[in-house]
């Protein structure tokens, strides 16, 4: 190679590393733009889990509390004659169970028998029926705007098995 060809070419090389400087800011805005989003999803991604597993122990709480006061009612329910009549008009009796003295329609007074403590919710009704079933319904602890699939119940009768 000639003398005249090595100094060209190591000047090439001598100016081709002084153009390379680093990142542009329009390169860095970019980057800066993708990592955003890629944080924002996770962000999203916890705030679900986080409502979900609100969303669960409200609808465990209500359950066990649910099912323990049902149990109670089986246990101590209030016990009546009946009388009925066959096919013949014969009469027959029997004793069937009563869980009038166990009937509520107050909220406060339900949630209290109960024993119902939700987290970030609120519970809209709870009753409690003359056959022994006990409805609960509650709502409020979602985050999105849209409140239509924001309210969950709960319903068992002391009869069911």
Not at 92 to 106: E, G, L
Not at 125 to 135: D, H, K, L, R
């Amino acid at each position: 190679m000639s003398q005249h060809n090595i100094k060209k070419t190591q000047y090439n090389s001598l100016y081709a590393y002084q153009t390379q400087q680093g990142t542009t800011i329009i390169e860095a805005v970019v980057a800066i733009f993708v990592l955003s989003f890629g944080v924002l999803a996770l962000m999203l991604a916890q705030i679900t889990a986080v409502n979900t597993t609100i969303n669960a122990a409200n609808q465990s709480e209500v359950t066990r509390a649910v099912q323990n006061y049902v149990e109670e009612m089986r246990s101590q329910p209030g016990l009546t004659i009946r009388e009925t009549a066959d096919s013949n008009g014969t009469k027959i009796r029997y004793i069937a169970k009563d869980y009038s003295h166990y009937v509520t329609t107050n909220t406060a007074t339900c949630s209290n028998k109960l024993g119902i403590h939700l987290v970030n919710a609120s519970l809209n009704s709870c009753t409690i029926s003359a056959n022994g079933e006990i409805t609960v319904t509650w709502g409020g602890q979602s985050l999105s705007n849209d409140v239509s699939d924001d309210e969950f119940s709960y319903s068992l009768t002391a009869g069911q098995s």
